[in-house]
């Protein structure tokens, strides 16, 4: 059986900190599946299936990464009910600095709480990464900063469209 991994997040819009995390997961597992959270309690720049392309061209086009190891979608539901959904006991989160610890320590919790048989693996992106937000990223770039030190050419394509 093959050992799968899901990394839920908002990906509004993905960052070379998101990157780290998933070239690192595919180091440790055989499929990746990157789960686009739906949620309506958030106000998201892109919406659900935006993100999902933007996501497909960084990965795919700009760098390259193999497709038959990840699989991107959107969900709604709990995580861990997306977890028995792909057959995975494994969530992947990525840390960036110790304020991002407390609130992914208690939701580690109760994922573990709701399914005891899930496991949640911390991977941190690389250290020039770590400072790096979405919501940096379009604060920069709606003031016309320069982003490419912090995502793709793609993803700077679709937020430069946004803003104008």
Not at 42 to 55: A, G, H, P, Q
Not at 57 to 63: E, G
Not at 68 to 96: A, H, M, V, W
Not at 109 to 123: A, D, P
Request: with cysteine; charged share 30%.
């Amino acid at each position: 059986m093959k050992k799968v991994a899901v990394y839920p997040g908002t990906f509004d819009p993905i960052t070379y900190g998101h990157i780290d995390v998933i070239k690192k997961s595919l180091k440790l597992f055989e499929k990746i599946v990157i789960a686009v959270s739906d949620g309506a309690n958030k106000n998201y720049l892109f919406n659900s299936d935006e993100r999902i392309e933007i996501i497909k061209k960084a990965l795919f086009k700009d760098l390259k990464l193999n497709k038959s190891k990840i699989e991107i979608i959107s969900f709604q539901s709990l995580t861990t009910d997306l977890c028995k959904k792909y057959k995975s006991n494994i969530i992947l989160r990525g840390l960036r600095a110790v304020s991002d610890f407390e609130y992914e320590f208690q939701l580690a919790g109760m994922n573990r709480k709701l399914n005891n048989n899930i496991e949640t693996i911390f991977l941190m992106s690389d250290i020039e990464n770590q400072i790096i937000s979405s919501r940096f990223v379009k604060e920069i770039i709606k003031l016309k900063g320069d982003i490419r030190k912090f995502t793709t050419k793609s993803t700077i394509k679709s937020l430069k469209e946004k803003y104008e």
